[in-house]
């Protein structure tokens, strides 16, 4: 059999961890269990992973790169409330297909919350940072002055927005009804971006040159007035 390169056999394992925290949670994500699920040797895991807590950091890190390249892939470089709504409904459609994902992460957090270190901080400061750099972008591109603080609430907003549908998909797995909650939940941020973001100063086109024959047509038209 030929042999797996660690860094491969590194990602199986972590994928292996997501699924098994979503299933058993984090006490019950054990080392056998996590190995049995990668195909992979207990003995391998403790040699890519010299402990569990340094297999959860990696676990960490691997969804939060995840949530970042979801974050990226829906970057659509318009204005920012189509921008808004785009990283709104590109992450809401990921935890719909990725359940596991979302199961994961609300262990993790809990879990890190018990841990010593600010390491769920971390993860959340993260996302906040990269979801906020996209939306500053976007106002910037498009020529809308949008204030700091209001790019926070915005920010703010979608990631709760987003937070809160996770969780009603994890308790309910209703498919149906989560996918018609996802235009639902996307009204809830028209709502607020039309009354916070609709009056946002916006670059004035310039006005268009009339050519010499309109200009002439113009005056001949003025001087024959009576």
């Not at 809990?110 to 400061?125: D, F, H, I, L, T």
């Amino acid at each position: 059999m030929a042999r797996i390169p660690a860094a491969e056999r590194r990602t199986e394992l972590v994928a292996a961890a997501v699924r098994m925290i979503a299933a058993h949670g984090v006490d019950g994500a054990t080392t056998r269990r996590i190995a049995q699920d990668a195909n992979a040797p207990l003995a391998t895991l403790h040699y890519c992973f010299a402990t569990k807590e340094v297999l959860f950091a990696a676990v960490f890190e691997h969804v939060t790169a995840q949530y970042r390249e979801v974050l990226a892939r829906n970057d659509v470089q318009s204005d920012v409330e189509t921008t808004a709504r785009a990283l709104l409904r590109g992450v809401m459609e990921w935890y719909l297909a990725n359940p596991d994902f979302g199961a994961a992460i609300v262990e993790l957090i809990s879990w890190a919350q018990r841990q010593e270190g600010k390491q769920a901080e971390m993860v959340y400061n993260e996302a906040f940072a990269t979801m906020r750099a996209i939306l500053e972008a976007a106002a910037t591109d498009a020529g809308q002055s949008v204030d700091p603080k209001t790019i926070d609430e915005l920010t703010y907003i979608v990631s709760t927005l987003s937070d809160g549908f996770a969780l009603n998909w994890l308790v309910f797995t209703d498919r149906a009804a989560a996918e018609s909650q996802i235009e639902l939940v996307l009204g809830v941020l028209d709502a607020w971006m039309a009354a916070n973001l609709g009056d946002v100063p916006r670059p004035v086109a310039p006005a268009a040159k009339a050519s010499p024959e309109e200009a002439l047509r113009s005056l001949v038209s003025w001087v024959s007035v009576d």
